[in-house]
């Protein structure tokens, strides 16, 4: 090492940071791995492999990825929430292996991945388009704001309907009892005629 000049002094240097600095960024069973390396070069290759796999084992890992992002749908009953979460974590997966889906794209996918019940904000949509700028982000947040107005909309309605449903019970019950009154007006009437009848036949027999 004496007799090295500067730049060798620096790499070296260098070098010993480097690998000092994965050695202390990884577990016991990580490090059998790479105990034996003298560059850090060297070791930094060996974690991605295990890491990553080989370059052929990340190639058929995007493709699968890819095809899972294209076949990606969004349940009939599935909350944006959930399904945004599904898809980032998806996005972001394919991020650690080098492919990056700008927000344009994921734009498109989510709007294009909604139930039916949003076929009224996207007619919406195709009679004042967005803006090519806003972010994947962005649109989740005003979908989320839509779909709770969508339940509020349908807490509404259900409202309504029970209320709807309570007075018709309640008519119906009026109904029974002016049915039931009616009734017992009649027998009244009938009771009274015939204990006229009656008191007016003993009174002619007491004559």
């Given amino acids: 090492r ?16 480097a690998l ?9 069973k990580q490090f059998e791995l790479i105990q034996g390396c003298v560059r850090a070069k060297e070791a930094w290759d060996i974690l991605q492999v295990h890491f990553e796999g080989t370059t052929q084992v990340q190639s058929s890992r995007k493709d699968l990825l890819a095809t899972k992002f294209e076949n990606l749908t969004m349940d ?15 996005v972001q997966e394919s991020r650690t292996l080098g492919k990056i889906y700008k927000d344009a794209k994921l734009v498109k996918k989510l709007l294009r991945c909604l139930p039916s019940k949003f076929t009224p904000y996207k ?12 972010t994947y982000d962005e649109m989740v947040g005003k ?11 349908r807490k509404t ?10 007075q018709s019970e309640a008519e119906s019950k009026e109904d029974n009892i002016s049915l039931l009154v009616r009734r017992f007006d009649r027998v009244m009437k009938k009771f009274e005629t015939g204990k006229s009848r009656s008191q007016s036949e003993n009174f002619r027999m007491k004559l």
């Fill in 2 to 17: 004496e007799r090295w000049n500067i730049s060798q002094r620096d790499e070296y240097k260098f070098n010993a940071r």
């Fill in 20 to 28: 000092s600095q994965i050695h202390g960024s990884v577990s016991q």
């Fill in 76 to 90: 009939e009953h599935e909350s944006v929430a959930d399904f945004s979460s599904r898809l980032s974590s998806l």
């Fill in 123 to 134: 007619a919406g949509l195709s009679a004042n388009p967005i803006s090519e700028s806003i």
């Fill in 143 to 153: 979908l989320l704001i839509h779909e709770q107005e969508l339940g509020g909309t």
């Fill in 157 to 166: 309605k259900g409202i309504a309907l029970l209320s709807v449903e309570k």
